[in-house]
């Protein structure tokens, strides 16, 4: 069987890095294909990692072409699932002549988003769907996505080598002792992070924090320029210390350098900095979200607070810093990572995928 996995690779991002875990923990021929002009004609099976942001072209999305490819057989993974689109306002719904001409130049608009939502009801073009979530597979099934054609698979652990503690602290600039709390991740306008900076003015002296990570796109350079404001005018320049992006090679020493993981999104139906902290063993607190309510069924080292809550945010905080229930959640999420493994990932993956295979034969 000849098959290739698909994303578009733009620029670095958690579904790149995704895509490459999974096609390495496959240990097969299995190509991975970067440019859709590129991807073989003679394919049996074709997996098409989806993000419709990695798939626009200027105000075209190059999803329907892709799948459109003569292949036998094609799988999807919907990354990023949602009722309602979060990052575009909401559509007018008042009724008048006014409202209905700002209705008009809504749809004119988003009327990109507006066929990307129409996918769903289309199976995404494919013949199995996988998704991370159950609440993303309910979402797809009230978009008249065909129920039997839903995986439902848990992301898996990002495994990140044992890093050396004291060489990541000298190398990042952070205190020998004391809790130091890690934020890692693209900065992006999903992260809330006037809550968090909120939350951490009062802790100042208790804990160390270490953002880590840059703006993935030059329209969000603004962003990076109103946390370092934000830093200042809370007077928090000596509490937070920042890295921009963080190479692959020195990731180790960064999550061995941290205590524990604060995720600040806001939205999100999967992540890959949370994968990456169970996998290093770091207990997590991340935003009350259907992905993250899911995943704390699945382990103790996921905690939660609500989302713009900073004393919330705050409490949380103060309970990781008991060592002994930090160190009870960071073995908790070692466990999670045993269970949770890209090879038993990619495992399924294959069952799979000759399970399609063998139904077209």
């Not at 098959?3 to 991002?13: E, I, R, S």
């Not at 996918?119 to 979402?139: G, K, P």
């Not at 103790?300 to 103060?318: D, M, T, W």
């Amino acid at each position: 069987m000849k098959k290739a996995l698909f994303v578009p690779y733009f620029h670095p991002c958690g579904i790149n890095d995704y895509t490459r875990f999974l096609h390495t923990s496959l240990q097969d021929e299995t190509l991975l294909c970067t440019d859709s002009q590129k991807i073989p004609k003679d394919l049996d099976l074709l997996h098409v990692q989806y993000d419709a942001g990695l798939f626009r072209q200027g105000r075209r999305n190059i999803l329907p072409q892709v799948m459109a490819l003569p292949v036998r057989r094609k799988v999807i993974t919907v990354h990023e699932v949602y009722e309602m689109n979060p990052y575009i306002a909401r559509r007018p719904n008042r009724n008048g002549l006014i409202s209905s001409l700002k209705q008009v130049k809504w749809d004119f608009l988003h009327r990109l988003e507006r066929k990307e939502e129409g996918f769903a009801a289309l199976n995404y073009f494919a013949d199995s769907i996988i998704v991370h979530t159950q609440a993303a597979a309910d979402v797809l099934k009230r978009k008249r996505c065909d129920s039997g054609k839903i995986q439902v698979w848990p992301h898996p652990a990002i495994i990140v080598p044992k890093g050396d503690r004291q060489k990541g602290r000298q190398r990042f600039g952070l205190p020998e002792e004391g809790v130091v709390i890690l934020v890692f991740g693209f900065i992006t306008p999903a992260n809330d992070y006037a809550t968090f900076f909120s939350a951490i003015e009062p802790l100042q002296g208790k804990v160390t924090v270490l953002l880590a990570g840059g703006p993935r796109e030059g329209r969000y350079q603004s962003i990076q320029q109103e946390m370092g404001q934000a830093i200042v005018e809370k007077g928090l320049s000596a509490s937070v210390v920042r890295t921009g992006y963080v190479e692959e090679s020195l990731l180790p020493d960064l999550f061995a350098a941290a205590d524990l993981f604060v995720s600040i999104a806001r939205v999100k139906t999967a992540s890959g900095p949370i994968s990456r902290a169970l996998g290093s063993g770091l207990p997590v607190l991340a935003a009350d979200m259907d992905y993250t309510r899911e995943l704390a069924g699945q382990s103790e080292a996921v905690i939660r607070y609500e989302s713009g809550n900073a004393e919330a945010l705050k409490q949380g905080i103060v309970s990781l810093l008991d060592k002994e229930y930090r160190l009870r959640l960071c073995a908790a999420a070692d466990e999670y990572a045993k269970t949770h493994s890209f090879a038993a990932f990619a495992a399924n993956h294959l069952q799979l995928y000759r399970r399609l295979f063998e139904s077209h034969s």
